[in-house]
């Protein structure tokens, strides 16, 4: 992996941890204060200046009551991460809401070709 693709990824994954962060009503003082780490290392984190490591992520993955996965996979380019993803956000919706935004995805997919 190239220095490009690792502040691609470290980026992604800051994005992931930062969207669970605001989700969980969560301020980076209180996941600092919880991981035993000053403020500054969350922001890093969250700019995707350093990537967690291994512990670390399963660390946030339990202050997010979520799994680690689910961070990485938040965080990834892989087809089948962001088809398991899209699974996620679509399996709370109603029947007309999830054909909503089936229809828009295909819409945009079909024009994005054309391009």
């Given at each position: 992996m190239n220095k490009t693709e690792q502040k691609?990824?470290?980026?992604?994954?800051?994005?992931?941890?930062?969207k669970q962060r605001v989700r969980c009503n969560l301020t980076q003082e209180e996941v600092a204060?919880?991981?035993?780490?000053?403020n500054e290392a969350v922001s890093r984190?969250?700019?995707?200046?350093?990537?967690?490591?291994?512990v670390r992520l399963i660390e946030l993955a339990e202050i997010f009551n979520c799994e680690a996965a689910e961070l990485l996979g938040q965080a990834s380019f892989h087809v089948d991460d962001q088809s398991s993803?899209?699974?996620?956000?679509l399996a709370p919706l109603n029947q007309t809401d999830r054909k909503l935004v089936i229809d828009i995805v295909e819409n945009l997919t079909?024009?994005?070709?054309?391009e």
């Open positions: 691609r990824l470290a980026a992604s994954i800051g994005r992931a941890i930062a204060e919880r991981l035993g780490v000053g984190i969250e700019r995707g200046r350093v990537i967690p490591n291994i993803r899209m699974k996620q956000l079909t024009r994005l070709q054309k």
